[in-house]
Each structure stands twice: as structure tokens, then as C-alpha cells.
């Protein structure tokens, strides 16, 4: 359970079934078998992110194990363990730790909120950007209204 794609195809068949029983979704259409899966896999991320934020509340993993967030409750113990396992091992602690370092990193914040600027750039595209790589930047640092709130980006656009 640790990332979606290792989620078992009968697995994400069945979440997708219950979206398409509530929708008329055609997902012969590739274009919106692609576009809710990538949307499955970032609700998968959100989810997994909370759950490790409960995790590190937890201060042990002893701790963490002994007392599983309301979420999991109605999905079994043993899909707890296995994201606490996955929340411990090395691997994950390595990763996280080179995204705070990255985060502390940063000169300056982007404002698009969360939604990811590949999504972002599809949109500009479909809207008649012809270089949209490009002119995200400016709609992330400065906004729809053009004003920079960062002059370290405003400098780096030009």
C-alpha cells in the first residue's frame, strides 16, 4: 500500500467501478482512463500524506502501530502495519528528509495552491498558450494580476 502504482490492478479496478457507477464515464476513452488515474493517484497521495503526518504525531512507531487513525479502522490491521512499516523504513525517512531540505531550499512560494503545474500547463495550453512551460511562471509567482510577490522570481523571469 505504499504507492499506487503497486495497488493491484483488481484493487484500483474496483475503486474506479464505484466512481463510474455514480458518473456515465466511458473509460474506453484513454484520455479519461489516464485523467482518473492520475486524479486516483493524487488523492492516493493526500491520503498517504495525512496518514504520515498522523504517524509522526505518534512519536514512536510502537505507538503509532497501537493506535491506528479513524481512516483505517474499517480497512484492516494489516494495511496500518504496512504503511507504519513503509512510514519507518529507511527509504521513506531518506526521502522525506531530502524533501525538507529541499523545502528549506526554496527562495520563494508559488501561488496556485496545490493544484500540481502540470495540470496548470495543460490548462494555458488548452486555453491558447503557445509556450505554456514558460508563461506558468508567471501565473504561479505573480498572479492573474501581474503583481510579483517575490522580486528574486520576478528577476529569474525576465
Request: with cysteine.
Amino acid at each position: 500500500m505504499s504507492y499506487w502504482r503497486t495497488i493491484s490492478q483488481s484493487e484500483k479496478k474496483d475503486l474506479i467501478d464505484d466512481t463510474t457507477t455514480n458518473f456515465e464515464i466511458d473509460l474506453k476513452d484513454s484520455r479519461l482512463a489516464n485523467y482518473i488515474n492520475k486524479l486516483y493517484n493524487g488523492r492516493y497521495r493526500e491520503f498517504k500524506a495525512k496518514l504520515s503526518a498522523y504517524y509522526k504525531v505518534r512519536k514512536t512507531h510502537e505507538n503509532a502501530l497501537a493506535n491506528p487513525p479513524i481512516e483505517m479502522l474499517d480497512r484492516g490491521v494489516d494495511q496500518w502495519v504496512e504503511l507504519c512499516n513503509h512510514f519507518n523504513s529507511n527509504k521513506f525517512k531518506k526521502a522525506s528528509l531530502a524533501n525538507i531540505l529541499n523545502q528549506l531550499k526554496k527562495k520563494y512560494n508559488h501561488r496556485t495552491g496545490s493544484r500540481p503545474f502540470s495540470y496548470i500547463v495543460e490548462e494555458m495550453a488548452k486555453d491558447g498558450s503557445k509556450f505554456p512551460e514558460f508563461d506558468i511562471f508567471e501565473f504561479a509567482y505573480a498572479g492573474k494580476n501581474k503583481c510579483w510577490t517575490y522580486n528574486v522570481a520576478k528577476a529569474q523571469h525576465v
